[in-house]
């Protein structure tokens, strides 16, 4: 597998994860390709999202939206909770997660989990592990 690329591997992730009934729910979700419970596969294909990955994105995203706030906030925001929160849900993924999203989940890539469940693989650089 180590010759893949990320989109290849990510595709690959999906078809080991797939249960029946996916690939239905993939062909509803196609025409919704703004919905916030799917995210965009590699090959254009749009699969739903976990509710588990959900809460994870929601809480990236709000990270991010605070980090954004600093340099004028006055007081600063207490990210504590915030970082909490994320190391919870991301030690609630459950055997079988796609590998790429726990191993930045892992590492504390939280910019790269971010655009790996937004589907954004391609804006995804590659880190000190070549990942």
């Not at 390709?33 to 799917?38: E, R």
């Not at 340099?71 to 190391?87: M, R, V």
């Not at 910019?111 to 804006?123: F, I, N, P, S, V």
């Amino acid at each position: 597998m180590a010759n893949h690329s990320a989109e290849q591997r990510a595709a690959l992730a999906w078809f080991r994860l797939a249960r029946p009934g996916d690939a239905r729910r993939a062909f509803d979700l196609a025409s919704k390709a703004d919905s916030k419970m799917a995210k965009r596969q590699p090959n254009g294909y749009y699969i739903s999202m976990t509710a588990l990955e959900h809460d994870i994105l929601d809480r990236l995203t709000k990270l991010e939206a605070t980090v954004k706030t600093m340099p004028t906030a006055n007081p600063k925001p207490n990210l504590l909770p915030l970082f909490q929160q994320i190391e919870e849900l991301a030690g609630d993924l459950p055997q079988g997660t796609a590998p790429d999203l726990l191993h930045y989940m892992q590492r504390k890539s939280y910019e790269k989990a971010r655009q790996w469940l937004e589907g954004r693989y391609a804006e995804i650089q590659k880190g000190g592990c070549l990942r």
